[in-house]
């Protein structure tokens, strides 16, 4: 791999539950300008396009600010910190964020946006569909936003994958200098996330990002329990 090239896939319009979102893509992505998708291109979607199309909206008090925390502590496993207002939760899915994922922004006043229930499913999905409209074999990606400790600001990572490795193990193959590394695996589908976010931004109404030029070996079956890392081997649970 030598250059990776990312655009937003522009027209994908309002979601709203029931919506097929892998017809949505093969039809935005079947030409000009946003395609004809290749094989082994990676198509990034955001988690709250795949929350409106699988009906993952639940109402609140649209005059209470803090009326979906509610939600956060149904969502949630485990409480991780309280702090104010915030509340750092694990969710069903292994996931340790802020608010259990829930959000606010990018839905109508009144609303909640709660996480997939199965976001690698919800990928194989679109892939599916994909591979059986258009003919070509993709990777897919639901992103989505979070914050990151001991570091400012937030960055998209992977929630579900479907087609794309999660994790690209390095361990015991050589570096640059030929020594064997111990402890690498790189986070491929997050930094994959990353750069597709850089294109579609967090207000611009771009949900779907292609990636392209990422290393054929990556293109395997995989799953979040790739990424997610079992509480055996953290350090901070």
Do not use: Y
Not at 42 to 47: E, I, P, W
Not at 187 to 199: K, P
């Amino acid at each position: 791999m030598s250059k990776l090239t990312a655009w937003g896939v522009e027209g994908i319009g309002e979601i709203i539950p029931g919506m097929q979102l892998g017809d949505i893509i093969v039809e935005a992505c079947s030409g000009e300008p946003n395609g004809p998708l290749l094989d082994n291109d990676v198509l990034v979607v955001t988690q709250k396009i795949v929350s409106k199309a699988e009906g993952r909206l639940v109402e609140i008090d649209p005059d209470d600010p803090l009326s979906h925390k509610v939600l956060v502590e149904e969502e949630a496993v485990r409480i991780v910190r309280r702090r104010g207002d915030l509340i750092i939760t694990e969710t069903k899915h292994g996931f340790v964020c802020a608010n259990s994922g829930i959000d606010l922004s990018n839905v109508e006043r009144g609303q909640a946006a709660l996480l997939p229930i199965d976001s690698d499913r919800s990928a194989r999905r679109i892939r599916d569909i994909v591979k059986a409209k258009l003919g070509v074999n993709v990777g897919v990606i639901v992103s989505d936003t979070f914050g990151r400790p001991w570091r400012k600001g937030v960055t998209d990572v992977a929630i579900g994958v479907a087609g794309i490795a999660g994790v690209l193990d390095l361990r015991g193959t050589p570096d640059a200098l030929g020594r064997v590394m111990q402890v690498t695996e790189i986070a491929v589908a997050d930094e994959l996330a990353c750069a597709a976010e850089l294109v579609m931004g967090k207000s611009n109404g771009i949900p779907v990002g292609v990636v392209r030029g990422a290393d054929a070996a990556w293109f395997r079956e995989s799953s979040m329990d790739e990424i997610v890392r079992n509480p055996s081997e953290d350090l901070f649970r």
